[in-house]
């Protein structure tokens, strides 16, 4: 790739940099303000190219031993790890991360090529049964060309959980990055070629929604999308009737997080923090509606939390003293300040009101905002450090109020009950239900994903071995 300074390739195509030949577009740092990618997008010639050069390489990539293909993701996760800090400052200057943050995101970049190995074997690869004729036989088929639409919040990790599996199962990728955040997309790419993957494996083709579409519609295999509900929503509609095209969507959250009874209030109310506020309140795992008591209990939480709330440090990604940075955009600030004057007209009351900061356009402060009393509600995704309080009389209530959402991503319970645990576990409708954790805390090792209108029923993580291959079933003897 050439310097950040200079125009920026809009597509990679079988194993090589092209001038972008569609418009051009730029990603600007929210925390500078200054452009830190500048190119053209892809045209639509040159995403139908980058079809078929992953078309043309999966024939041979697939039929290469699985070995083969593990070794050569293995190389790339040891080249990843040594360029830490390169590929973190690429996310840091795109979408506004803290460096802390990015550093780790890098580093999941890395681990994720160790959990989908033991994914693969556990989950695909091929398994064989003895009987008296011979052998009950699975195994496991690549689907073909994998197109991959990356969100702007986790430019490299949340893309590459996708790409990983997909590689090792013998797919040939397809990436259109966010254009809020393209520039680490670069990155893994120089790091897959210099481990060996061979051209035309793995392709990025940059833009905004007309790139995507263009891609979508292309002769691809698979689907494997990232980002807003209702961006899922509408690729889902896109594929109606076409059952040949395996869609893999993770999606948004409306995520409750009930406290109940603690026995350490600053304790909890840190786990309410972090969850509500890490990465400036952009995991779409954060918490959005925490539910607690009423009464005392509930108020003495409250007063916690809004202690730990006015001691966030708000400034830039690279400082060490930096606890929640910018929103990836302005707009993203304003759609924030618009989603709190939406809840606060329909009766909801500001405990502390997020508000834009005069480091710059795209910070914000955390916002903390009582609905309990309000006429109506919101089930819609902020992604930003917003969190809506509910009051409750009872448990029952605030398991109602918890599952009262079209979502279903995650959930958290804080509580040292563990009857009430097992009775949150079992009631709860989410994917990602934690206990006396964070609910931004997902394992690699895990699923990843949940239902209503949070994914189709294809979660990520470990499980992301089985939209990435197909099962075929045998019956075999050696002899007739």
Not at 31 to 56: H, P, Y
Not at 154 to 170: D, E, R, S, T, W
Not at 363 to 390: H, I, Y
Request: one cysteine or more.
């Amino acid at each position: 790739m050439s310097g950040a300074g200079s125009e920026q390739p809009g597509a990679f195509v079988g194993g090589k940099w092209l001038a972008g030949e569609g418009a051009a577009f730029q990603s600007i740092n929210p925390a500078t303000g200054e452009v830190s990618w500048s190119g053209k997008a892809a045209s639509k010639a040159q995403v139908e190219a980058a079809i078929v050069a992953a078309r043309a390489a999966y024939e041979t990539w697939s039929r290469r031993p699985f070995d083969e293909r593990a070794g050569i993701l293995q190389a790339y996760a040891d080249i990843v790890r040594s360029r830490t800090e390169e590929i973190a400052a690429a996310i840091s200057a795109d979408m506004g991360k803290t460096l802390k943050e990015a550093r780790q995101e890098a580093g999941a970049v890395a681990g994720k090529i160790g959990l989908a190995l033991k994914a693969y074997e556990e989950r695909t690869g091929t398994h064989a049964t003895p009987t008296d004729y011979g052998a009950a036989e699975i195994t496991h088929r690549p689907h073909g060309v994998v197109a991959v639409l990356g969100p702007y919040n986790f430019p490299a990790h949340l893309p590459n959980g996708h790409i990983v599996p997909a590689l090792l199962a013998g797919n040939a990728c397809v990436l259109k990055p966010s254009e809020l955040s393209p520039a680490v997309a670069g990155l893994l790419a120089d790091a897959l070629a210099e481990a060996g993957l061979p051209d035309g494996c793995f392709n990025i083709v940059h833009g905004g929604g007309e790139v995507g579409q263009t891609l979508l519609a292309g002769d691809i295999d698979a689907v494997c999308f990232t980002g807003s509900s209702s961006t899922g929503r509408k690729i889902h509609a896109s594929f109606g009737g076409r059952t040949e095209v395996r869609l893999a969507l993770e999606m948004g959250g409306n995520n409750p997080l009930i406290v109940w009874e603690p026995n350490d209030v600053a304790a909890a109310a840190a786990v309410v923090r972090d969850s509500a506020f890490l990465t400036s309140g952009q995991r779409c795992t954060c918490a959005r509606r925490l539910i607690v008591k009423e009464g005392m209990e509930g108020d003495t939480l409250l007063v916690e939390l809004e202690k730990l709330i006015g001691e966030i440090v708000i400034g830039q990604p690279d400082s060490e003293e930096t606890w929640l940075g910018p929103l990836v955009s302005a707009k993203a600030a304003n759609d924030a300040v618009a989603f709190q004057d939406k809840l606060l007209e329909l009766g909801g009351k500001a405990l502390i009101k997020l508000g834009v900061q005069d480091a710059g356009p795209a910070f914000v402060s955390p916002g903390l905002v009582d609905m309990t009393n309000a006429t109506g509600k919101l089930d819609e995704e902020c992604f930003g450090p917003l969190l809506q309080v509910w009051r409750v009389s009872d448990f029952d209530e605030a398991l109602r109020v918890a599952n009262d959402t079209k979502y279903g991503l995650a959930a958290g319970l804080v509580s040292e009950r563990a009857d009430l645990w097992e009775t949150f576990r079992a009631t709860i409708r989410a994917g990602v239900v934690n206990w006396n954790r964070m609910t931004v805390g997902a394992s690699g090792a895990l699923p990843f994903g949940g239902p209503g209108w949070s994914g189709n029923h294809a979660p990520g993580g470990s499980y992301a071995a089985d939209y990435c291959a197909w099962p075929m079933a045998s019956l075999t003897a050696e002899r007739v």
